[in-house]
């Protein structure tokens, strides 16, 4: 199956480059896979399309403000970082116990000093780099107004690498001081002021993000408010949260011209045993899982039968694909040529997909992370 049939044409103005004013103003097109019709609504009447005993089934992840700027120690030269994914390390060899810091990285003591820092917490990982020239392996950086250096270990394709950052402080500390939210390439601001970055601090994060890792926001979640859950809750509808920590997929196109031939990148995911058996109960009970976001889908049909589990998942869903553990899907619009639309695709049916965005460019709805959502039944 070629890549091209999952393409369609959106004007550039379409693309919501802020959220909207509040989570709950989100416009939703609700589309019925059993007799086509198209319906448009707002977030908040999702209420009158679940019923006793449906089960919505949220990814928790939370993202981490990962993009973060720097210089090249011997040049000066400016360097943008987007972090992915710490790697895990092994305790160190001198069989202390690793600091409580929250993180498996960190080595005390095990770095020696470097002017007045003493860098206590060290830890790899993988990055999209982006640099007018490449520093070279064991090239040094000095990132987030000096709080941290870093050392290039590998520089791979299309803008990876992996860095050992060092600190003097937990990385997440530091982080929340100095890193940017990674919002998409396809939201470009001509400016950022401190005002939009608190802003996208907020608003990028849906409001059940517990879980630390991500990468990117799982963006279908980020309409939802205490409110909605709260209506949803007094109408029998029950909730199940899961984790999976949105990764380099999410940034790498389709480049391939046959879809089989697209590789996707692992992402990991836990399912507890709690969440287990509640979308357990209510497939017993008759009533509809309700996957909130794409990265739901994908860990829920990772697993068969549903129980608690966590590995990493690198499932591809395209037509024809018959799903086991999914009934209905909230999801935001995606770009054209995605996995994403791919997947949403398999669910409904290509061809009623691509005239359901039609309908969408039509009636102005908004794309892509900041933009408006769609109810498959």
Known sequence: MKTDLFNYDLPPGLIAQHPPERRELARMLVLHRDSGQIEHKTITDIVDYLRTPDVLVLNNTKVIPARVFGHKAASGGK????LLEEIPAKPNGCGRALPVCGSALCEVGALPQTGTAHYTHSGKWKVLM???????VGDELILCSGKA???LLYDGEQGEAVLRIEAARPLMEILEEE??????????????????IATDKERYQTVYASELGAAAAPTAGLHFTREIFQALERQGISKAELTLHVGLGTFRPVSAEIITDHEMHHEHYTVSEEAAQTINATREAGGRVVAVGST???TLESISPIQAAEGSTNIFIYPPYEFKNVDVILTNFHLPKSTLLMMMSAFAGRELMLNAYEVAVQEKYRFF???DCMLIL
């Open 79 to 82: 360097v943008e970082l987007l």
């Open 296 to 298: 739901s889908v994908r």
């Open 149 to 151: 250096k870093a050392t």
């Open 179 to 196: 890193g940017v939210p990674p919002l998409p390439p396809y939201i470009d601001r001509k400016e950022q002021t401190r005002e939009q």
């Open 369 to 371: 992370s900041y933009g």
């Open 130 to 136: 982006k640099t007018s020239r490449r520093p070279k």
